[in-house]
């Protein structure tokens, strides 16, 4: 597609309901990021992709969160269990080379925002 | 690791007012970039800058890497600018793979 998709758009979860977010990224890009951004704060990284390698994981926050992206294009960000400081809005990124990189050029989808009651 | 530091937090300014937002950071970048992020919460990308000083329209940006800040220009405000700026750096280490350190923001409003 012409730029990163991410769905769904909001999602309102009990606390202790797991949830699964979605990020279609640019076709043919290699690198795919996923970042957490709280209220009133920057993004914060979570965890990065090179096609279907998870090559870190360092950013989530606890066992509950768990990525995957099996065929090195769609990725999937599933958090069990959720709890109220789990709301964020939840970013996807991709970039068209191996390690990413600004000076190659970084899409942002438009986020999942995720609240949870 | 880094850190980035944006200012002022907040600004409101009157359409077609000029405004000069700063990035700090603690430590030396390879990259950095300045973002826009619309009230549907999509990151724009404004400007590519690791060094130096680039222009497009109403918008400017320079970044002086050896005192580790940048500076973003908005020129004559328009009520579209609103929204929220972000700085963000990004340091290479042996991994083959970088990530961005985004600071805090500054939440712009422009009122008509």
């Known amino acids: 597609g012409a730029g990163v998709s991410q769905s769904p758009r909001y999602k309102v979860a009990k606390r202790g309901q797991d949830v699964a977010l979605r990020c279609d990224p640019i076709s043919g890009h290699v690198s795919l990021f996923w970042y957490q951004q709280a209220l009133g704060q920057g993004p914060e990284f979570l965890t990065y992709?090179?096609?279907?390698?998870?090559?870190?994981k360092s950013g989530l926050p606890s066992d509950r969160f768990f990525a995957e992206r099996p065929e090195g294009s769609v990725s999937t960000l599933k958090i069990q269990r959720t709890q109220q400081e789990d709301s964020a809005v939840y970013l996807c990124?991709?970039?068209?080379?191996?390690?990413?990189?600004?000076?190659?050029?970084?899409?942002f989808g438009s986020g999942t925002r995720l609240t949870v009651v | 690791g880094i850190q980035v530091e944006q200012s002022p937090p907040d600004l409101i300014l009157q359409e077609g007012a000029n405004s000069t937002l700063r990035c700090n950071f603690s430590?030396?970048?390879?990259?950095l970039q300045w973002f826009h992020q619309n009230p549907w919460g999509q990151l724009i990308n404004l400007f590519y800058i690791p060094s130096g000083t680039k222009q497009n329209g109403r918008l400017s940006a320079t970044t002086v890497a050896t005192e580790r800040y940048s500076l973003l220009y908005i020129s004559s405000s328009q009520t579209t600018d609103s929204g929220v700026y972000f700085c963000?750096?990004?340091?290479?280490?042996?991994?083959?793979?970088?990530?961005?350190?985004f600071g805090k923001g500054t939440m712009l409003l422009v009122s008509p």
């Open positions: 963000a750096v990004e340091r290479r280490g042996n991994s083959g793979y970088s990530t961005l350190t």
């Open positions: 430590d030396s970048v390879n990259n």
């Open positions: 990124a991709s970039s068209p080379t191996s390690g990413g990189g600004l000076d190659y050029g970084y899409t």
């Open positions: 992709f090179q096609n279907e390698a998870q090559l870190d």
